[in-house]
């Protein structure tokens, strides 16, 4: 009995190594699925971004006065920002096919870790929340489509709160669909994929089609002007800018779990640089001509599209507008489902199961984010264009305090090393081991990014007053937050020397190579002499292991 409780408790690992610090699914992804390329990233984007949920930021921005094009601008050029900063942090994933949590590893070391995974997991749920109340939103209007009295059904929820009593019961209906997925071989998702991005495609085409008709057509929508002018519009796209970029913390902290699928390091580079912002500019362009063309209808600017798609259906109740909010309702609740699925759900189980891989894999992680969503009461954060504004530019501090951490302990500290072996194991000689597993550089050089700005995030949870000044100066926090823990934590390392910094001192920047990754992906210490490819000639070449002092050799061409 004993033996068949532990078999279902324990996660499978792979034998030899620690089952505390590891499980099939954080251990480097093996070569025959690094299938991702250029074109795969790209097209990767498109479908990831594909949510009506996106709409919500840019819309947000207009109700400041901004115009249509400020908006775009800020969103666009803040998102370019974001997919090279994906590109330069998520470079050990793409070398060493191995996701965030393990990475964290380097740095905070093999327990310390969970801390900054834990950030992640947290962000992931929250933002998993945000998506299943749109989703939840899109199922009220396809069932207000259907059935007119649902519209008349008493609302006892707060006016705080973004969803009412009826749209709370059709937000667990997209709780328990997003759940379902539980059940899915995840091999067979991909058809699911395609059909989320053709059906977001339709829904968002025939949604701008809707709002214009609506609206009269284009009209002045695209060419209202702004109603702030000199220095407060000039903070205003400042804000914007940075907000964008603040918004995709998530993204930019978590890179490696995207980029370690990629075929060749060098695969994510422009499909990140070029495919995310190029994907969430088109997003938010049909995001805020939406939003723009409401305030002609109604007089006001309606920030969320899915409320301003169920005002059209109840002031024009006719079998054509009912026909369309319902497919157009049913392609975003289709979006929101995948969205919530790959670009939530899935990260927190990673980062989820990394804390206790021994009995928790990812589709138990899965399990637990569900559950956190519901617990964190999600639908009160979408109750206003400020609140929603306040939310996302809150959590950066923290997030990009870690991304300051991750890219300097790779690029500047152990200058593109990782010994992966040592990534998985507690043995105290270690140097992933440091002082009882945690590596208190890191904690340190996370505390001061965060308490750089904290002042800022707690005037955002409305805790303290500021002034203008302060309150400005949060704007920046995601360059300040990165930049004060980077430096903190390059200046520890360096003037209270690890074991990292030590084995990289007075060397060139020198990543292992993919025959190297694949000696330890596939279980070996040595790969024996193969012959070279025709006209080349083959000779071992030791690797320069000083972290555990063993000799690891591999076949080079020369």
Not at 259 to 277: C, E, T
Not at 415 to 423: E, I, P, Q, S, V
């Amino acid at each position: 009995m004993v033996s068949l409780l532990k078999f279902q408790l324990e996660v499978p690992g792979a034998p030899g190594r620690a089952k505390a610090l590891e499980n099939e699914d954080l251990l480097p992804v093996p070569s025959e699925k690094r299938t991702w390329n250029f074109t795969v990233y790209t097209v990767f984007w498109f479908s990831a971004v594909g949510t009506v949920a996106n709409w919500n930021g840019i819309g947000s921005t207009l109700t400041y006065g901004l115009t249509v094009w400020d908006a775009l601008l800020c969103n666009f050029f803040g998102y370019i920002i974001v997919g090279i900063l994906m590109v330069i942090n998520g470079r050990a994933g793409a070398v060493y096919h191995v996701g965030f949590p393990v990475v964290c590893r380097s740095s905070f070391g093999v327990y310390g870790a969970w801390w900054p995974v834990l950030n992640r997991s947290l962000s992931a749920c929250v933002w998993n929340g945000v998506n299943t109340v749109t989703g939840g939103q899109c199922i009220y209007v396809l069932l207000h489509a259907i059935f007119p009295s649902i519209a008349r059904v008493p609302n006892h929820m707060p006016a705080s709160s973004g969803l009412t009593s009826i749209q709370m019961v059709c937000f667990f209906l997209f709780w328990l669909a997003t759940g379902s997925a539980l059940f899915l071989s995840i091999p067979r998702w991909k058809i699911l994929i395609h059909a989320k991005l053709v059906a977001y495609v339709v829904a968002s085409v025939a949604m701008l089609a809707l709002a214009l008709h609506n609206a009269g057509g284009v009209g002045t929508t695209l060419t209202e002007k702004p109603t702030v002018h000199g220095a407060a519009r000039a903070w205003l796209i400042c804000r914007f800018f940075f907000l964008a970029t603040a918004g995709c913390a998530t993204f930019v902290s978590n890179a490696a779990d995207w980029q370690r699928n990629a075929a060749k390091p060098s695969d994510p580079v422009l499909g990140q640089v070029l495919g995310f912002p190029l994907s969430n500019f088109i997003t938010s362009l049909f995001g805020a001509i939406v939003a723009a063309s409401s305030k002609k209808v109604y007089g006001t600017l309606v920030w969320n599209p899915i409320t301003y798609l169920d005002m059209i259906l109840s002031d024009n109740y006719t079998p054509a507008i009912r026909a369309g909010a319902f497919f157009i309702a049913l392609g975003f609740t289709y979006a929101a489902l995948f969205s919530c699925v790959f670009e939530n759900v899935l990260p927190a189980g990673n980062d989820i199961a990394s804390l206790a891989p021994k009995y928790i894999s990812v589709k138990r992680g899965f399990a637990i984010c569900m559950i956190v969503t519901v617990v964190i009461n999600p639908w009160y954060l979408l109750g206003s264009a400020g609140i929603f504004i306040t939310f996302i530019s809150s959590y950066q501090i923290f997030l990009f305090s870690i991304a300051g951490i991750l890219m300097v302990d790779y690029y500047l500290v152990a200058r593109g090393r990782m010994n992966l072996d040592k990534l998985y194991t507690a043995d105290p000689s270690g140097p992933y081991y440091y002082k009882f597993g945690v590596n208190w550089r890191a904690i340190v050089a996370y505390i001061v990014g965060a308490a750089i700005n904290f002042t800022g995030f707690l005037y955002n949870m409305k805790a303290v007053t500021v002034g203008t000044s302060v309150l400005r100066s949060y704007y920046f926090a995601y360059i300040t937050s990165a930049c004060g823990a980077g430096l903190t934590y390059y200046l520890l390392a360096r003037f209270v020397p690890q074991a990292s910094y030590l084995a990289a001192e007075g060397q060139g920047f020198r990543e292992w190579t993919q025959d190297e990754v694949e000696v330890f992906a596939g279980g070996k210490r040595v790969i024996e002499d193969a012959p070279a490819e025709q006209g080349e000639h083959a000779e071992p070449v030791d690797v320069d292991d000083k972290y555990s002092g063993e000799e690891v050799k591999i076949v080079a061409a020369t």
